[in-house]
């Protein structure tokens, strides 16, 4: 069977391809791509190695990262979710090329509906810049197991969106489980990676109606 890393860089070349037919990514240099893409990724794999055994969701997932490089790099069972359908189309077709469509599958829908269909589903959900920290805290928390992991990919983080989720992460059963930042090869792309843990039941009906999480936030 060949290795994750060969066979990330194939999933890349593709996906780059199939963005000349279909918008998947703002990026089109295979470097920057290989950098912001693959190597981004895959900073998450510390945090992806602590959560529970069990199924792999992304959100928010676009062309198919973080969730393609870490359902690689794990072996984890993987849903890549993202509401534009023909991004998720198109990144099926590129799985199913490339065999890999038995381990990691597709959702084009919303993520309020994903968590009715598949409540509690999940022991690991990441998010690259997809929101902001309390409406992904909401968002997580229905697809979660307990003490499944969200991972959140983010730039450096203002006290105010820190102090936000730190008022909605007991709200939806949520806690901080760890923070770090890093640096990118580049010398000057600058992620920090935030892990909290599913404690409890939130104390509230989750998930709200769709979109609520985003225009009218837990903590305000």
Not at 120 to 148: H, I, M, N, Q, Y
Not at 156 to 168: F, L
Request: with cysteine; hydrophobic share 40%.
């Amino acid at each position: 069977m060949p290795s994750a890393r060969p066979l990330t860089e194939e999933y890349l070349s593709a996906i780059l391809e199939a963005n000349e037919r279909v918008n998947l990514t703002r990026i089109t240099d295979h470097d920057q791509a290989a950098l912001l893409h693959l190597e981004d990724s895959l900073v998450a794999l510390p945090e992806m190695e602590i959560a529970p055994p069990g199924r792999y969701a992304d959100l928010g997932s676009g062309g198919g990262f973080p969730g393609v490089p870490l359902a690689l790099a794990t072996g984890r069972e993987t849903l890549l979710v993202d509401s534009v359908q023909k991004k998720m189309r198109v990144v099926s077709e590129v799985l199913e090329q490339l065999g890999l469509d038995s381990q990691i599958k597709t959702y084009g829908g919303r993520i309020e509906d994903l968590a009715l269909e598949q409540p509690k589903a999940f022991a690991v959900v990441t998010a690259r810049a997809l929101s902001s920290l309390p409406s992904l805290l909401e968002l997580a928390s229905p697809l979660l197991e307990k003490d499944g992991l969200l991972v959140c990919f983010k730039a450096p983080v203002s006290s105010d969106e820190a102090r936000a989720a730190s008022i909605v992460a007991p709200l939806v059963g949520m806690e901080l489980h760890g923070q770090r930042e890093l640096v990118l090869s580049d010398g000057q792309t600058r992620r920090m990676i935030l892990t909290y843990r599913k404690v409890r039941k939130p104390a509230l009906k989750l998930p709200r109606r769709v979109g609520l999480a985003q225009k009218k936030p837990l903590s305000e």
